[in-house]
């Protein structure tokens, strides 16, 4: 185990979890915390493959700290949300693929926070909203991008408008989740989940979160050729002769 000042990180193989413990502040996102949650990323091990992403106290994140909100320059404004999608882009397009356990509050920044991780499941307690309307102020956190296209633009304009709350049926039936749970299920199901995707041929996990995103951002033609590369690529890998291999012989493949 591993604690930082707001979260702290366990290691089990080829699964890690990262615990958000700002549990005063509902983990409320601050620079802090988006400094450790970019620290534990850039140094994870090599062998790990799924990251289990959770809150303390019985929240995920209920979005920017607004006790700690300071006025900036439109530059320094700038370079602040460009900094959170950079971190963002590490979650979503760094290789391993996270998984969200959500409970309680998933708001602003937390629910940005949510949409650049792979799976995401929820508990009943689960709220997800856009506040920003009734604050002021504006998603910088790359919500306009993640959330927007989950949501498509005419819905997300009114729920930053009205400041509209979603629960997790809401949320799974409109794509903010993948699995709505009862409560207490979230993390054992993040845990089984993670170890069966841990289980998977390595390189086709990679081109998943890598690829299928941006094929998505992609024109038809452009999407298909780059299917094709990452098919091409994929298919030969030691794992995929593997994998067929296995599937011949009636047992498990074992990956690298």
């Not at 990323?41 to 809150?55: A, E, N, T, W």
């Not at 951002?217 to 050729?225: C, I, T």
Request: charged share 25%.
């Amino acid at each position: 185990m591993l604690k930082g000042t707001y979260t702290e990180a366990r290691y089990d193989e080829q699964v890690a979890e990262l615990e958000l413990v700002r549990e005063d502040k509902r983990n409320a996102m601050s620079d802090g915390l988006m400094a450790e949650i970019e620290q534990f990323y850039s140094s994870l091990p090599k062998d790990i493959r799924v990251v289990i992403l959770h809150g303390r106290g019985g929240h995920f994140c209920s979005g920017l700290d607004l006790a700690e909100h300071v006025s900036r320059s439109a530059e320094e404004g700038v370079y602040h949300s460009r900094n959170w999608h950079r971190v963002m882009d590490m979650i979503q397009f760094g290789g391993v693929v996270t998984i969200s356990a959500m409970t309680g509050a998933v708001i602003g920044g937390g629910l940005e926070l949510a949409t650049a991780t792979h799976v995401r499941i929820a508990e009943p307690s689960v709220i997800f909203q856009l506040p920003e309307g009734r604050r002021g102020i504006f998603v910088g956190g790359g919500a306009t991008v993640r959330v927007g296209r989950i949501l498509g633009p005419d819905r997300m304009v009114e729920m930053m408008l009205t400041g509209r709350k979603y629960d997790a049926e809401e949320g799974l039936r409109l794509g903010l989740a993948h699995y709505s749970v009862g409560e207490g299920e979230a993390l054992p199901m993040a845990r089984k989940l993670a170890a069966r995707i841990a289980a998977n041929a390595p390189m086709s996990n990679y081109f998943m979160i890598n690829a299928l995103t941006r094929i998505g951002d992609m024109s038809r033609a452009d999407g298909l050729f780059t299917e094709s590369l990452a098919a091409a690529l994929v298919q030969t890998t030691p794992d995929a002769e593997e994998g067929l291999r296995a599937f011949l012989e009636k047992r498990s493949p074992v990956f690298r």
